[in-house]
């Protein structure tokens, strides 16, 4: 097998959305300063997620009930076509006498391609399933960043930003150069614009979509993977903590391929001769505390798609997360295969 490619060292007179009835019930708003994060709202989120928030999770949902009180929810629906789900929903106390009496919520707007670290809390196209949340390089720390996914089209993660006011304008700005903003919805979003930047101003939050913090990131990513959002593991001054697969992208996903779409069982059984040999130089590494092989092979199989690798996942992503001190990120991926592929995706509803 070939070496791997090299890796990159370690507002306004209306609220200017929706349509005429909705900007009437929408009308009033505080102008007030942003009020501080209550703790019992905090208390629930660890509760039911495990997850800390970020405080610009709650400083959005207040910006939304301003824009409209009787279903902050919706308050981008008309204007940008996102809906506010996940941790929102928990917000709006939707969990509270749901239809589906044990939600999980690690599962709540998970998609095929989502991995343990991302989080869903903006939906938006059905049609790809684009969906824009958090990712996190450990359970016990807040977001790296937001990122967005089309998980009709793949497994890529795109970073947009480090706070969801970041991310929205960055969706806003892409859609307006997918249609003239003079057409309809153009003062909308103009106006939803202009009262994003000015919170995002108040509240001391960056608007790029690639932040200093993020680029800090960056330098400590040691690989990154299928989705490309990157994995970082902590790696010592002697190197220690990852080594590199003894396969490029393009020849590991030609061997993935190859499993996938064999013809039969005999086939496939041959076909996975060099995944297994792979296999074998994680359990290696991890013996010599190279923790991140193993990471980056679980979750390049994971980003894959195919149900075929889901028992090496198991194998070897688990693990990975336990020799890491990341124990969350491999009860959530347990629990995502085990339902992968079924339409569960709102834990609320009755399934």
């Known amino acids: 097998m070939t070496g791997r490619a090299k890796r990159k060292p370690k507002s306004s007179q209306d609220l200017g959305i929706g349509n005429g009835e909705l900007k009437k019930a929408c009308r009033e708003e505080s102008r007030a300063s942003p009020a501080p994060v209550r703790s019992d709202q905090r208390d629930e989120m660890l509760q039911l997620y495990k997850l800390q928030m970020p405080e610009d999770l709650y400083h959005f949902w207040d910006f939304c009930k301003e824009l409209c009180p009787s279903n902050p929810r919706g308050a981008l629906k008309d204007a940008l076509g996102l809906q506010l789900v996940g941790p929102f929903d928990i917000l709006a106390g939707a969990h509270k006498g749901a239809d589906n009496p044990q939600p999980n919520f690690h599962l709540h707007w998970r998609y095929l391609y989502d991995p343990p670290e991302f989080q869903t809390i903006l939906l938006g196209s059905g049609d790809t399933q684009h969906h824009i949340g958090y990712y996190r390089d450990a359970p016990d720390s807040l977001p790296v960043f937001v990122g967005g996914n089309e998980a009709k089209k793949g497994c890529a993660i795109a970073q947009m930003g480090d706070n969801v ?187």
């Open 165 to 351: 006011f970041a991310a929205v304008l960055l969706y806003l700005s892409g859609r307006r150069k997918e249609r003239s903003s003079k057409r309809a919805g153009g003062e909308a979003s103009d106006g939803l614009e202009a009262r994003l930047r000015d919170r995002a101003e108040t509240l001391g939050l960056s608007l790029e979509q690639k932040t200093k913090a993020m680029k800090q990131r960056d330098k400590k990513v040691v690989t990154k993977t299928f989705h490309g959002a990157g994995i970082v593991v902590p790696v010592d001054k002697n190197d220690v903590g990852y080594r590199e697969l003894p396969e490029t992208d393009a020849g590991l996903k030609k061997i993935l391929k190859a499993i996938a779409e064999a013809r039969n069982d005999e086939e496939r059984v041959k076909a996975f001769g060099p995944l297994q040999e792979m296999v074998t130089f994680v359990q290696f590494a991890n013996d010599e505390c190279d923790y991140g092989m193993g990471y980056e092979l679980g979750m390049d199989l994971f980003c894959y798609g195919s149900h075929y690798f889901h028992k090496v996942i198991r194998q070897l992503l688990p693990m990975a997360y336990s020799l890491l001190k990341r124990n969350l990120f491999g009860e959530i991926l347990e629990a995502h295969l085990s339902s992968r592929g079924k339409d569960q995706l709102d834990q609320l509803s009755a399934h």
